[in-house]
């Protein structure tokens, strides 16, 4: 029996506004988790170059690029989605000759009505397709630790751990120094973030579209 696909309905709502932007063309992309098994953390939207209703590939030079920021970030590969635009959300001989992994997941988006997409997900393993069940996951909270630490060696912490964060999730950060506080209030202003909380010792931010 397949584990379920645990992802926060902010980020499946990512998934299909993009799916519904590229529409009548499919739409692709990756999604990655923190540790396997994991809940989904963060969308990479890619390009689909066969620019196509019926199919979707990605480039290559793009998913190294892609890769690359999920290993700063801490992430891995947990998904693969695409989106159907007349067809069911159910994979095709096409996508399941592409299939890389059984261990990765093949998220589709039917855009058949597209007033009600629907959003399922599969494992495939050779020819066996197997549905595994989607469940919400709330976005996670991350706490980073910048006690005893110089003003950029703070930064450069919190500026990682935002990076990795899903959409809507918070940052959690322990600091023991006022100068440290300051800058990351300053860096975090600068680009948008929010503070939701400050107590002594304590900030929590929630990353905004920074430019």
């Not at 998934?15 to 590229?22: D, P, Y």
């Not at 976005?139 to 910048?146: F, I, K, Q």
Request: glycine share 6%; with cysteine.
């Amino acid at each position: 029996m397949v584990s379920p696909l645990a992802i926060p309905a902010r980020i499946r709502d990512e998934i299909v506004a993009h799916c519904q932007q590229a529409h009548p063309k499919e739409a692709c992309g990756l999604l990655a988790a923190a540790a396997a098994g994991g809940a989904i953390v963060h969308v990479y939207p890619m390009r689909n170059v066969e620019d196509s209703p019926i199919g979707y590939s990605m480039d290559p030079k793009e998913q190294l690029q892609v890769e690359k920021q999920m290993r700063s970030r801490g992430q891995r590969l947990a998904a693969i989605y695409h989106s159907h635009t007349a067809s069911a959300a159910y994979p095709s001989s096409v996508d399941v000759s592409l299939a890389l992994s059984p261990d990765v997941s093949y998220v589709l988006v039917s855009l058949k009505d597209r007033a009600q997409p629907v959003f399922k997900s599969y494992r495939i393993d050779g020819q066996r397709i197997e549905e595994e069940p989607v469940i919400m996951a709330s976005l996670p909270a991350v706490t980073v630790d910048v006690r005893d630490m110089t003003c950029a060696q703070a930064l450069a912490v919190v500026a990682k751990a935002v990076a990795g964060l899903a959409n809507g999730s918070t940052l959690d950060v322990s600091y023991n120094a006022d100068d440290v506080k300051q800058d990351v209030l300053a860096w975090a202003r600068e680009r948008g973030h929010r503070v939701q909380g400050a107590s002594p010792g304590h900030l929590t931010l929630q990353p905004g579209q920074a430019p």
